[in-house]
T-cell receptor, first 114, second 111 residues
Framework: DVKVTQSSRYLVKRTGEKVFLECVQD?????MFWYRQDPGLGLRLIYFSYDVKMKEKGDIPEGYSVSREKKERFSLILESASTNQTSMYLC?????????????FGSGTQLSVL | QQPVQSPQAVILREGEDAVINCSSS?????VHWYRQKHGEAPVFLMILLKGGEQKGHEKISASFNEKKQQSSLYLTASQLSYSGTYFC????????????FGTGTRLKVLA
């Protein structure tokens, strides 16, 4: 089974702190994604990466950066956390299977910024 | 641009049918459907790539219209296990890997 692992299920941080959210996948997937999920807004794409050291902005990249030094690991960085970044963060990786691409999601990190 | 999903929420009795729609203002490369149960990760249901395509997965099926701007998810004879939030994910023409999701449809099936 494909496994996408997010390092923390719950995280509480203070305003202004630098926050690292880690995501690891074990299936050698090329593409990885970071979304945030907020009630009524669905899943919004922050950043994605289609190769090591490659990154592309999603729809809401402001206040975030990412790092992909190794294929299996995709990190989301909040340079200076703010209260409006309190959210559920979901990491995903994708697999091409018989001409179709599927996203596999991690269980999410619920981040609270106080 | 985020696709528009409708309805936002639906409540069904076991055995009833439901349709969830997903619309884009532009033609798409693909549309995905996912289901997320409360407190869990979204899980892939199916992907549609071709205009006019219809695809089924047990009693859950989906269609993609000819213009590739609208997709519908059909839930037939719903079961309690169908409860959750359904998301459509879209990819723009050109296959950019940039998957944009709708706002979700909350579906609750009652006994």
């Amino acid at each position: 089974d494909v496994k996408v692992t997010q390092s923390s299920r719950y995280l509480v941080k203070r305003t202004g702190e630098k926050v690292f959210l880690e995501c690891v996948q074990d299936m050698d997937h090329e593409n990885m994604f970071w979304y945030r999920q907020d009630p009524g807004l669905g899943l919004r794409l922050i950043y994605f990466s289609y190769d090591v050291k490659m990154k592309e902005k999603g729809d809401i990249p402001e206040g975030y950066s990412v790092s992909r030094e190794k294929k299996e690991r995709f990190s989301l960085i909040l340079e200076s956390a703010s209260t409006n970044q309190t959210s559920m963060y979901l990491c995903a990786s994708s697999l091409w299977d018989r001409g179709e691409e599927k996203l596999f999601f991690g269980s999410g990190t619920q981040l609270s910024v106080l | 641009q985020q696709p528009v999903q409708s309805p936002q929420a639906v409540i069904l009795r076991e055995g009833e049918d439901a349709v969830i729609n997903c619309s884009s203002s532009k033609a798409l490369y693909s549309v995905h459907w996912y289901r997320q149960k409360h407190g869990e990760a979204p899980v892939f249901l199916m992907i549609l790539l071709k205009g006019g395509e219809q695809k089924g997965h047990e009693k859950i099926s989906a269609s993609f219209n000819e213009k590739k701007q609208q997709s519908s998810l059909y839930l037939t004879a719903s079961q309690l296990s169908y409860s959750g939030t359904y998301f459509c994910g879209t990819e723009s023409l050109g296959g950019t890997y940039k998957y944009i999701f709708g706002t979700g449809t909350r579906l609750k099936v009652l006994a």
